[in-house]
Each structure stands twice: as C-alpha cells, then as structure tokens.
C-alpha cells in the first residue's frame, strides 16, 4: 500500500464505522449484453435512463470499469466469486460454476445475511450448481443463458448437446413454476422489492440479474412509446433498457421506503458489451442496437468493446455523489469489496481487490494489471496501455469474425490517447510489447486450475 492509498484508507475508517451502526445492506444489479454507451449518463441522448442515471450522480461512476469477461457466464463466475474466470472453472460459456467455489453470498452467510438472486443465473442447472447449492436462501429467475421474456422458455439449443432443444426454465428456489405471459424484466423487479420488503430488518445481500436487452428482443408497447422516433431495432433495445431502467428506480424506492437508503451500498454493472449476434437483429442480419462506442469491438472480442462496461457504485454518506473516478476496476473486485465492508474474511484465494477505498476516498486502482482470456484471444492492460493478442473485432462482417492477422495479431494501444484501439503501436514499443506478452503467459498459466 502507497502512501496515498494508506491515507485513503485511514480517511475511510471514520465515515464506514458510523455507516455500520447496522451491517450494511448490498445489491448487485447485472445488465445483459448491455453497450457501455447507453446510458443517459454515459452520453447517449436517444435513450432515456434517468433512475440509473440519479444512482450515478448519488456516487461514483467508474470510467474505467471492466467485465472479467466478454461473454456471460465467465463474466458472472467473476462476479460470484471474485476470481478471473480461469480460476473460477468457467473459462467460457456451457461451464456450471462447481460447487467448490465459493462465492459472495456463501462468505455472508456465516454473518447472518439474507441472500437472494432474482433473475439469470447461467452457471448450471443440476442440484449442486444452481444458485441455492450457491449460498443464496432465494432465487428467483432461470438456468440458461437466455428464455423467452413472456413463455420464459429457452428456445435456442445447443446443437446437439442439449437433449431439449426447447424447454421452460422459471423457478423459485428449487421449484419450477409457471408464470405464462408475464413480462420477465417488471417481474425480476417485483421479486427484487419483494425481497428488500421481507427482508428490510436484516442485513441482506440481493443480487439481480436483469437478462435485458439481451436477446430475443421483447419489449411492451408501453415502453415503445417512450422512444417513438426511433427505428425499429434500436427502439426496442431502448425500451428494453426502459424497464431496467423503471426497475432500478423501484428497488432504490424500496429501499428508501424501508429507510435504508445510507446503509446500502449499490453496484451497477453489466456482463459484458453490446452484441452483433444475428439473434439480436432483425430478419436475422447482425444487429445494429446496441452501442460500445469509442470503443472497437462487440461481445465476444477482448477490445474494449467487448468488456469495457458501464460501472456504478453508491452509498450515501460513504461514497461522495458526482463522481467521475477514472481508475481501473474489474466486476470480480466486487466480491472483496461486499466482503470488507461486510466485516468478513476471506482465507481463500481471490483475484479481485477492494475498491471501496478508490470510490470512498480517491484511493489509487490496487490492480497494477488486469487480465482476460477468450478462445485464443488475450489481453493484457496495465496502465495506459493495452496488448491484445489475435485479437477479434466480432463486427457485423465474416471478415470481422475471424483473427486479426499480420502485425494486427500484436495490437498494442495507448487507451488515453486512442481509446478506439485504432493505432497499433507495437513496431514503436518493441520492448512494451515483450513486457507485457510475458506477463499474459504469466498469468494464463497461473490461473490453471
């Protein structure tokens, strides 16, 4: 610890111990598939986010905040559990999170919290892999990576491996239940305040999932009419947004109406970029709604595009409102985080810090590098700089789809000052790029199981 993270720290101590006359309260809240540029907070002016954009200017909104992932489930392993993906068993999508691996809601538990998880899980689905072998004494939501948001069922397949093509997947708890017609997203965030209510006199932990505006496009007309000059495609995904949107201002309600409001603290991120998916467009041509900009790339690629995610953090009276904080945060710091403030311990290896001290009291970033692997892609950013190796954009193109070749193999960018990864700088900063190779090798091989 620097000198100015010691003092942070320390300024940090007087304002947590009168916010922990109770435990504090924690909620997590998970967009899906979301582009890190739409928000009204975040600059865009066609959509209308204003509930999310209130939870920003109540704390800190991080300008540098990273998924450990650029697709769902690895992305949510690190959420659970606060490690990278690698070392959490689930490297890619179709992997269960075990049952060996422990996560926030199972740490809270001996500290008398009430855990609940409304929404998607996608990290298994047998007896000992769904959310309840998982530390969470509530769940409500489904096991696959995405259903349909009114017949909540998962129509998508997995070519062969998957003995049902289509099947239903809505369950409270362990128990499957049916809720025909019903729009998913007000229903996560009715079982959301609903949790919060029952549970207002404990100290709780409620993580929710939204799985908008992930694919398949379903939104009411009632939030298509917020957005009337729209074209079809992004006027859908902004009324998907929409609902979150309501959501997240019924959950701070609720938690206002319960007089909670200085004893939670709020998390907003989401899993990982905007997609091109053909399941995501219209007619089935590569979808064109959501929007990762400046940054390259889409979900599936490790250009910031595909991970660089929106990040919020807020808890009055411990983290100053109106923060713009640029330093680098990664959603596995969030384990950690829950965990201190909490009052907890963790005699386990983690590979997320505490971040509580960046967004309380302008601490320095405690990651000196940040890591991602998918398929044969890494990267690597440590600083300004950012090394990505055979990289893939995974734009609307076939081209876009396949491994940058040549020189573009090693792409080596300065973020400030190019934060598209436009410019490949890695003939300039031969020795930069051997650096920070040995590192991603480094750390791939240290994160095997």
Same mark, same amino acid.
């Given at each position: 610890?620097?000198?100015?993270?010691?003092?942070s720290s320390a300024a940090a101590a007087p304002a947590l111990a009168a916010a922990q006359s109770r435990r504090p309260n924690f909620i997590v809240i998970m967009t899906d598939d979301q582009g890190l540029h739409d928000l009204g907070c975040l600059g865009a002016t066609d959509l209308k986010t204003p509930h999310i954009d209130a939870l920003a200017a109540s704390g800190a909104r991080f300008t540098n905040w990273y998924s450990n992932a650029p697709v769902c489930a690895p992305s949510r392993a690190a959420l659970m559990t606060g490690r990278y993906p690698i070392r959490a068993g689930v490297p890619t999508n179709g992997q269960p999170l075990t049952a060996q691996q422990r996560t926030?809601?199972?740490?809270?538990?001996?500290?008398?919290?009430?855990?609940?998880?409304?929404?998607?899980?996608?990290?298994?689905?047998?007896?000992d892999t769904v959310p309840n072998a998982h530390g969470f004494d509530y769940f409500y939501g489904f096991h696959p990576g995405c259903v349909d948001f009114y017949s909540h069922i998962y129509y998508w397949g997995d070519r062969g491996n998957n003995p049902q093509v289509n099947f239903h997947s809505l369950f409270r708890n362990r128990q499957e239940i049916f809720e025909d017609g019903?729009?998913?997203? &007000? %229903?996560? /965030?009715?079982? !959301?305040?609903?949790?919060?209510g029952r549970h207002h006199a404990d100290p709780f932990f409620l993580t929710v999932t939204y799985n908008a505006p992930h694919y398949p496009?379903?939104?009411?007309?009632?939030?298509?009419?917020?957005?009337?000059?729209?074209?079809? &495609? %992004?006027? /859908?995904?902004? !009324?998907?947004?929409?609902?979150?949107?309501?959501?997240v201002g019924q959950i701070r309600a609720a938690i206002s109406q319960h007089g909670l409001t200085n004893d939670t603290l709020i998390f907003y991120v989401a899993d990982n970029g905007a997609t091109t998916e053909n399941r995501a467009g219209i007619g089935q041509q590569p979808a064109t709604a959501g929007d990762n900009s400046p940054?390259?790339?889409?979900?599936?690629?490790?250009?910031?595009?595909?991970?660089?995610v929106p990040g919020i953090m807020s808890w009055p009276g411990v983290i100053p409102g109106g923060q713009v904080n640029s330093e680098l945060a990664m959603t596995m710091d969030i384990l950690p985080t829950i965990t201190k403030a909490a009052g907890g311990t963790i005699s386990h290896t983690v590979d997320g810090k505490d971040i509580l001290p960046v967004a309380h009291a302008g601490a320095k970033s405690p990651h000196d590098a940040i890591f991602w692997k998918n398929g044969n892609q890494l990267a690597v950013r440590r600083g300004d700089w950012k090394l990505v190796l055979n990289g893939i954009t995974y734009g609307r193109t076939p081209e876009e789809k396949k491994p940058l070749t040549g020189d573009d193999a090693v792409f080596l960018s300065n973020l400030?000052?190019?934060?598209?990864?436009?410019?490949?700088?890695?003939?300039?900063?031969?020795?930069?790029?051997?650096?920070?190779?040995?590192?991603?090798?480094?750390?791939?091989?240290?994160?095997?199981?």
């Open positions: 610890m620097n000198r100015r993270q010691f003092i926030t809601a199972s740490l809270l538990k001996p500290l008398n919290y009430r855990t609940g998880l409304v929404g998607k899980w996608h990290l298994g689905d047998t007896p019903e729009y998913l997203t &007000e %229903r996560i /965030t009715t079982e !959301a305040a609903s949790f919060i496009m379903h939104a009411p007309e009632k939030y298509k009419r917020r957005f009337p000059m729209l074209r079809q &495609e %992004r006027q /859908t995904y902004a !009324a998907m947004l929409a609902a979150v949107d309501d959501g940054f390259r790339g889409f979900k599936f690629s490790l250009f910031d595009g595909g991970m660089h400030p000052a190019d934060p598209g990864e436009t410019r490949n700088l890695r003939h300039a900063n031969a020795a930069l790029v051997d650096e920070l190779s040995s590192l991603i090798h480094k750390w791939s091989e240290d994160m095997r199981p």
